[in-house]
């Protein structure tokens, strides 16, 4: 399913550019255009899933794939093997979780911070 008003949706079907990270038949990972961490990028659905607030038993695999994309992403992006590197994951959902933008997506995060302790 694809929305034709939808940001994501063209940045998937390269209607509006953007700084890809990675691909497959399923999930489309690019970086965020106003980052908020030194390496930031966001983890996709081709399918236009609007939030998490939508998703159904048969999304169980395709959100799976994601969650163990995004370590492997993670450090060839910068952000350092765990323990001592990482990232953090923000999925935004609805007005009062801060969602701007409503085609499901998960926030990565992380790089140096060397304003923060350990
Ligand atoms: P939300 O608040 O919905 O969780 O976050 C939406 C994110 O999408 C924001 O961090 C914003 O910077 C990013 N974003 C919005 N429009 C574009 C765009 O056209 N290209 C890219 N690469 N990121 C975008
Ligand atoms: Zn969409």
Same mark, same amino acid.
């Given at each position: 399913?694809?929305?034709?008003?939808?940001?994501?949706?063209?940045?998937?079907?390269?209607?509006?550019?953007?700084?890809?990270?990675?691909?497959?038949?399923?999930?489309?990972? =690019?970086?965020?255009?106003?980052?908020?961490?030194?390496?930031?990028?966001?983890? /996709?659905?081709? @399918? *236009? #899933?609007?939030? &998490?607030?939508?998703?159904?038993?048969?999304?169980?695999?395709?959100?799976?794939?994601?969650?163990?994309?995004?370590?492997?992403?993670?450090?060839?992006?910068?952000?350092?093997?765990?323990?001592?590197?990482? =990232?953090?994951?923000?999925?935004?959902?609805?007005?009062?979780?801060?969602?701007? /933008?409503?085609? @499901? *997506? #998960?926030?990565? &995060?992380?790089?140096?911070?060397?304003?923060?302790?350990?």
């Amino acid at each position: 399913m694809h929305d034709p008003n939808c940001i994501f949706c063209k940045i998937i079907a390269g209607q509006i550019p953007s700084k890809r990270v990675y691909e497959d038949e399923e999930i489309f990972v =690019f970086h965020d255009i106003h980052p908020w961490a030194p390496v930031h990028f966001l983890m /996709v659905p081709k @399918l *236009h #899933i609007p939030s &998490m607030a939508q998703l159904l038993p048969s999304h169980e695999a395709l959100l799976g794939r994601m969650m163990v994309l995004a370590p492997k992403l993670a450090v060839e992006q910068g952000c350092g093997p765990y323990p001592e590197g990482g =990232f953090r994951m923000v999925c935004n959902t609805g007005a009062q979780g801060g969602q701007e /933008v409503h085609h @499901l *997506h #998960i926030h990565v &995060m992380g790089g140096p911070r060397p304003w923060a302790k350990g």
